[in-house]
């Protein structure tokens, strides 16, 4: 089942909106289990959430570079228009044509640097307990199961610092988890 949702989850990077992805990435995440409760995100993280994947990498490549040739045609409106309020038009167009452009290409580098990134991992040890420090004799905090996604936060030699959906905090072993 890890193996499952693991392939699941590096396609759900590729695609966010993907129904089929994200339909079987449910189902295999019910198979497993831990229930663990997400903490609520605030609205605005939500709706900028849902902005952002709104669109795949290439995509939001794709419309900034199409923003790029508005831009490029309002300046040369811009320059050969005859009229003051045409010239007006094409520069005010322009600038937010331009400002557009920007953002999109902005998110299409955000969204790409994000997929090369490594800050996921799924357990694929059948049980594995999450230890307050990274070593095998500190405190034992929780128990986390075969499948379950977390968060890495950070590495101490051979140790993940890990962060559930729930905000728990803990240190396993690098070897009970693979990177998404």
């Excluded at 044509?97 to 299409?108: E, H, M, N």
């Excluded at 991992?121 to 307990?129: H, Q």
Aim: glycine content about 6%; charged content about 20%; overall charge positive.
């Amino acid at each position: 089942m890890a193996h499952t949702i693991l392939y699941y989850e590096k396609a759900r990077k590729l695609d966010p909106n993907n129904p089929d992805i994200l339909h079987n990435l449910r189902i295999a995440n019910s198979r497993i289990p831990d229930r663990i409760e997400d903490v609520p995100e605030i609205f605005l993280i939500r709706w900028w959430n849902t902005f952002y994947d709104l669109f795949s990498v290439n995509t939001w490549a794709k419309i900034g570079i199409g923003l790029f040739i508005l831009f490029v045609l309002m300046g040369g409106l811009y320059f050969t228009g005859r009229g003051r309020k045409l010239r007006k038009f094409a520069f005010w167009t322009g600038l937010t044509v331009l400002a557009l452009t920007t953002f999109s290409l902005g998110l299409a580098a955000q969204k790409y640097h994000y997929s090369k990134k490594v800050n996921e991992a799924i357990v694929f040890s059948p049980s594995v307990t999450v230890k307050s420090a990274p070593n095998k004799t500190s405190v034992d905090l929780f128990v986390v199961h075969e499948g379950t996604r977390v968060k890495i936060t950070d590495q101490a030699g051979e140790w993940y610092e890990i962060e559930i959906a729930n905000g728990s905090i803990g240190w396993l072993p690098q070897s009970a988890v693979e990177n998404i």
